[in-house]
C-alpha cells in the first residue's frame, strides 16, 4: 500500500470498479487482487488458489451433508481443516520443526541430521488461511450458508485490501456484501480517503520515522547503553502500533472506498486500563477469532476458573504461534494469556483494595494509574516479540539496567547513542504527539466514528495537517516492509 505503483493500481482498480457493469465487478476485483498478490510472487498464487478450492469444497460438502448431522459433517470439517493448517505449518513451521529435531538428533549422539527446507514465507499465509478455517467452522456450525459461486469464494479469500496483513473477515459479512456490490457513494469515499490518509501518516510519518532508531537500540544493544536499550524497546512499542494499525487503517478505508463496511481493527490500545481491554482494542478481528474459534469451544468462562484460566494460556499460545515460530512467541503468547489469567484471579481482591484507598475505580488518577500500568505490562511483551530469539530477550532485558539513570545528561546521550539529533527530535516528538493526541480524542469511538463526528472545517484542516505531515516529515527514500508481513 505505501508504494508507488500501488498509487497508480488502487485509482484504477476502483475507478474501473464503478465504472463496469455489476455483474463483472466481482470478476474485476477478483483478477486485481490475484494480480495484487502475484506482482510479489506468481507461484504462490497457485498455493492461494489451492487454500480456495480446499474451503470451497469443503463448504460445499458441509452444506450437502447438513442433515446427517454426525461423523460425516465432522470428518469433513476436520479434513479441510487439518489441509489448511498442514499447508500453513508446511510453509511456516516446517524449518522451525526441522532446526529442533535436528538439535534432539545432536543431543542423543545422532550424527544424521533432517535437510532444512528452504521455503519463503507466503505473504498473508496465516491471514487467509484463518479467514478460510472460520468460514468453514460457520458453515458446520450453519451460521452461514455455503457459498456456491467459486468466482465469490474465491475473492473472498484473496481480496486484495485485506489479503496479506488482515483484518480478518467473517464469511457472514464480507460474502454478503461481495453478492450485492455497493453504488457509488460520495460520502462514503470521502470517508474511506480520510480513513487511508490516516493510515498513512501512522505508517510513513510515525513508524517509519522511529524504524531506525528502534534497530539501533535492539539490533545491537551491546553497541549502546542501557537506557538506550530501554528506550528503544518503549519506542518500538509505538513503531509496531503506528505500522500495523496505518496498514490496517489504510486497507480498510480501501474497502470502504470499494463500498464495503469493515468494523474498526485497532481503538486506541494504549489507553486501555486492563490487558483485557487491550485485547478488545488492539487487532480486534484476530482476538475476536480466538475468543469465536479456540476460546469458546474450549468452554470459555462458562466452565470453572481454573479451567477458565487454562483455555486462556492455550488461546493465547496459540495467538503466540500464530505470529511467529521461536520460543519467544511463544513466551509471549503465554504471558499474554497468564496476564488475563490473573487478572481474573485477583479481580475481588483488586475491587477491595480501591475500596480502602478512597479513590473512585473511575476517577481520572485511577484510570491513569491502570493505563500506565497495563502499557508496563504489554511493553514487557513486547520485548519478546522484537526479539529475534528468546535468549535475545532475555539479553536484551539483562542490557537495560546498564547505567541506567533518568537524568537530563544520561537521557541525552542515550537519544544521540541511537542516532537522533534536535531536528529529529521535533519530527518524531510532533508525529506521536499528534498520533498520541487523536488516539485520545477517538478512544471510544474508533478512528472512522470520532472524525465523522467532526464539523467539516475540522476534517478538512485535519486532512491538510497530515498531508503536510506526510510530505515533509515522511523519510526520504524505500519505506520499510510492514512488520507484519512476516506473520
Known amino acids: 500500500f505505501h508504494s508507488f505503483s500501488f498509487l497508480l493500481f488502487f485509482p484504477l482498480v476502483t475507478g474501473m470498479y464503478f465504472l463496469i457493469p ?25 498455493l492461494i488458489l489451492l487454500v ?62 533432517l535437510r532444512v527446507p528452504d521455503l519463503i514465507l507466503p505473504v498473508g499465509i496465516s491471514f487467509y488461511t484463518f479467514q478460510t478455517i472460520g468460514y468453514l467452522i460457520d458453515v458446520w456450525k450453519g451460521k452461514t450458508e455455503a457459498e456456491k459461486s467459486f468466482l465469490r469464494f474465491a475473492l473472498f479469500v484473496s481480496f486484495f ?9 467473517r464469511s457472514s459479512s464480507l460474502l454478503a456484501q461481495l453478492r450485492e456490490p455497493a453504488e457509488f457513494d460520495y460520502d462514503r469515499v470521502k470517508d474511506g480517503l480520510l480513513l487511508m ?140 494469556g497468564a496476564y488475563l489469567a490473573v487478572g481474573r484471579l485477583t479481580a475481588p481482591a483488586r475491587a477491595r483494595l480501591w475500596r480502602a484507598s478512597h479513590i473512585p475505580e473511575q476517577s481520572a488518577p485511577a484510570r491513569g494509574l491502570k493505563m500506565l500500568v497495563t502499557f508496563v505490562l504489554v511493553w514487557f511483551g513486547w ?42 527530535l521535533v519530527r518524531v516528538g510532533f508525529a506521536c504527539a499528534l498520533l498520541c493526541a487523536v488516539d485520545f480524542a477517538a478512544r471510544r469511538t474508533g478512528f472512522s466514528a470520532w472524525l465523522a463526528g467532526r464539523r467539516k472545517w475540522f476534517q478538512a484542516a485535519l486532512c491538510y495537517v497530515l498531508v503536510l505531515a506526510i510530505l515533509f516529515l515522511a523519510p526520504i527514500g524505500a519505506s520499510p516492509t510492514p512488520i507484519y508481513f512476516q506473520f
Open 197 to 336: 490518509l490516516w493510515g498513512y501518516f501512522e505508517k510513513l510519518v510515525v513508524a517509519d520515522n522511529l524504524a531506525p532508531y528502534v534497530s539501533a537500540g535492539l539490533d545491537a544493544p551491546d553497541l549502546v547503553m542501557g537506557l538506550s536499550v530501554f528506550l528503544a524497546s518503549v519506542l518500538y512499542a509505538v513503531q509496531l502500533y503506528a505500522d500495523f494499525a496505518g496498514y490496517s487503517h489504510i486497507a480498510i478505508g480501501c474497502m470502504q472506498l470499494l463500498g464495503f463496511d469493515v468494523p474498526e481493527n485497532f481503538r486506541a490500545p494504549y489507553f486501555s486500563t486492563s490487558v483485557k481491554e487491550f485485547w478488545n482494542r488492539w487487532h480486534i478481528s484476530l482476538s475476536s477469532w480466538l475468543r469465536d474459534y479456540v476460546y469458546i469451544p474450549l468452554g470459555g468462562s462458562r466452565c470453572s476458573t481454573a479451567r477458565c484460566c487454562v483455555n486462556l494460556l492455550i488461546t493465547f499460545l496459540v495467538s503466540g504461534l500464530w505470529h511467529g515460530t521461536g520460543l519467544q512467541f511463544a513466551v509471549w503468547g503465554l504471558l499474554h
Open 22 to 46: 455489476k455483474r463483472a465487478k466481482q470478476l474485476w476485483l477478483l483478477l486485481a487482487s490475484y494480480y495484487f498478490y502475484m506482482s510479489w510472487n506468481v507461484q504462490y498464487g497457485c
Open 383 to 424: 520485548v519478546f516479540f522484537r526479539a529475534p530469539t528468546l535468549s535475545g530477550a532475555l539479553h536484551l532485558f539483562a542490557r537495560m539496567p546498564d547505567s541506567f539513570s533518568l537524568t537530563p545528561p544520561a537521557l541525552k546521550n542515550a537519544l544521540a547513542m541511537l542516532g537522533f539529533n534536535s531536528g529529529m
Open 161 to 169: 485490501p485485506q489479503l496479506v496483513a488482515g483484518p480478518i473477515e
Open 52 to 113: 480456495t478450492a480446499i474451503g470451497y469444497g469443503g463448504g460445499l460438502l458441509l452444506a450437502q451433508n447438513k442433515v446427517r448431522q454426525g461423523k460425516r459433517r465432522l470428518a469433513v470439517l476436520t479434513g479441510s481443516e487439518l489441509v489448511c493448517v498442514g499447508i500453513l505449518f508446511f510453509f511456516k513451521y516446517s524449518a522451525f520443526a526441522v532446526q529442533n529435531i535436528n538439535e534432539l538428533l545432536r543431543a542423543v549422539g545422532s550424527v544424521r541430521a
